[in-house]
């Protein structure tokens, strides 16, 4: 094979291949447990007045707010080439293009065109989907196809943002947020394609979460919301296991986040957020307390929030950056003035918070005491090809001591151990 070295040492089994990943790879959005814990260690813990030091850009990544996938020596992004949609693989230490990969169509969108989703390795295949619901499946070494679907195929309707969800691969499966009358959630078999489950009794349109693998009561099962509901559904056959109502408004997008038998949601538009528990016989508490408002405090509209012990960090809409009691809901501590609106990563024992209109990534301890600020720099250069109603959207991911910031067509990677 003529591969690059950085990957050629890790093809050669499936099983060997999966063995190679070392730990602090990101193989799919929000990292191997899709709850934005980084467990990697040794990292700055300031930076200079400039920033950390820039290792690499990459300046042809086009249109489109996908996040990054980081695995076995290569990085995953999509965006925009000769009028569609692309999957891109390149060197995560050196910054150049080993492969790309066409898709599917552009999605056209006054917010900014392209593709808003992040990719998922595994084993020797990378799997995607693009803003307008083309679901495809590649071979990591050369981006060859071997599968492709549609959320069209399975009944789905493209929300008005595009498909923004990251699929899930587990075990055999790829899970996917068709929406629409065959079905919200499909599972596919991840060799060929081919559908195994619809679930048939939970018909809502698909809105712009990501679904994430849980086991509650020791009851494995996927867990997503759409514009009407959160629920939970059975990996063997999709049957609703529970679900609870809550609508949100305009669109709901932040990934729900599972501890125990705890589930939490928050959405922006002023919605807020919901958390319960649900018992061996699925049935559903409510934990916050609608009259003390606990349910408003955190209104988080697309920068994701993050679980760590027993608080959760993001921002809420009209109260900054904040922490927030996971059990109680009660606001713990908020910075409104110190960084504008945007996207929050963690790693190392602090959070990094990126600035969505100016492009600032500000290094904050990870503490429930209060914001505590180390560090902070501007990206640069920034896009000449945003569109004047899009901002940063994508979320900062650190991968093997190195930190990927992107704006549209640039990506950066600065080097943080």
């Given at each position: 094979?003529?591969?690059?070295?950085?990957?050629?040492?890790?093809?050669?089994?499936?099983?060997?291949?999966?063995a190679a990943a070392p730990s602090s790879d990101w193989p799919q959005w929000r990292g191997p447990a899709r709850d934005d814990l980084s467990k990697e260690t040794g990292l700055l813990k300031q930076w200079p007045a400039e920033g950390p030091k820039k290792l690499w850009s990459f300046t042809n990544a086009g249109q489109g707010y996908s996040g990054f996938a980081v695995a076995y020596?290569?990085?995953?992004t999509m965006g925009t080439r000769d009028g569609s949609e692309v999957l891109m693989c390149l060197s995560a230490e050196?910054?150049?293009?080993?492969?790309?990969?066409?898709?599917?169509?552009?999605?056209?969108?006054?917010?900014?065109?392209?593709?808003?989703g992040t990719p998922a390795v595994d084993g020797e295949k990378v799997y995607t989907l693009g803003g307008d619901g083309t679901l495809v499946c590649l071979n990591v070494k050369d981006?060859?196809?071997?599968w492709r679907t549609t959320m069209k195929d399975l009944g789905g309707k493209t929300p008005g943002w595009g498909y923004t969800e990251s699929v899930l691969v587990d075990g055999k499966l790829v899970l996917c947020t068709p929406g629409g009358p065959q079905g919200t959630m499909a599972a596919l078999d991840k060799a060929t394609g081919k559908l195994v489950w619809q679930s048939k009794d939970l018909t809502n349109n698909a809105h712009y979460s990501s679904i994430v693998a849980a086991a509650i009561n020791g009851q494995?099962?996927?867990?997503?919301?759409?514009?009407?509901?959160?629920?939970?559904?059975?990996?063997?056959?999709?049957?609703?296991?529970?679900?609870?109502?809550?609508?949100?408004?305009?669109?709901?997008?932040?990934?729900?986040?599972?501890?125990?038998?705890?589930?939490?949601?928050?959405?922006?538009?002023?919605?807020?957020?919901?958390?319960?528990?649900?018992?061996?016989?699925?049935?559903?508490?409510?934990?916050y307390d609608e009259t003390a408002s606990t349910d408003k405090v955190m209104k988080n509209h697309h920068g994701g929030v993050i679980l760590l012990g027993d608080h959760v960090y993001g921002y809420s809409d009209g109260l900054g950056w904040i922490c927030q009691d996971f059990k109680t809901g009660k606001l713990v501590w908020q910075e409104r003035s110190k960084l504008g609106?945007?996207?929050?990563?963690?790693?190392?024992?602090?959070?990094?918070?990126?600035?969505?209109?100016?492009?600032?990534?500000?290094?904050?301890?990870?503490?429930?005491?209060a914001w505590n600020e180390k560090s902070r720099f501007k990206l640069d250069p920034q896009t000449a090809i945003r569109s004047p109603s899009g901002r940063i959207w994508t979320h900062p991911v650190i991968s093997n001591g190195r930190l990927y910031l992107r704006d549209q067509d640039l990506i950066h990677c600065y080097a943080v151990k």
């Open positions: 094979m003529n591969l690059p070295r950085f990957i050629l040492p890790t093809l050669l089994t499936t099983a060997a291949f999966a020596g290569a990085l995953f050196k910054g150049h293009e080993v492969w790309s990969a066409k898709l599917g169509a552009i999605l056209g969108n006054k917010w900014g065109d392209g593709p808003r981006g060859k196809e071997v494995p099962q996927y867990i997503q919301r759409t514009m009407e509901t959160v629920f939970g559904v059975s990996p063997k056959d999709g049957k609703v296991l529970w679900q609870v109502p809550y609508p949100g408004k305009t669109a709901v997008i932040p990934t729900p986040i599972v501890k125990g038998n705890q589930v939490y949601v928050t959405a922006g538009y002023g919605v807020g957020c919901l958390s319960f528990t649900i018992d061996d016989a699925n049935n559903v508490k409510m934990l609106k945007g996207a929050i990563a963690y790693a190392d024992g602090h959070f990094y918070c990126l600035d969505e209109s100016n492009g600032t990534l500000a290094l904050i301890e990870a503490s429930p005491s």
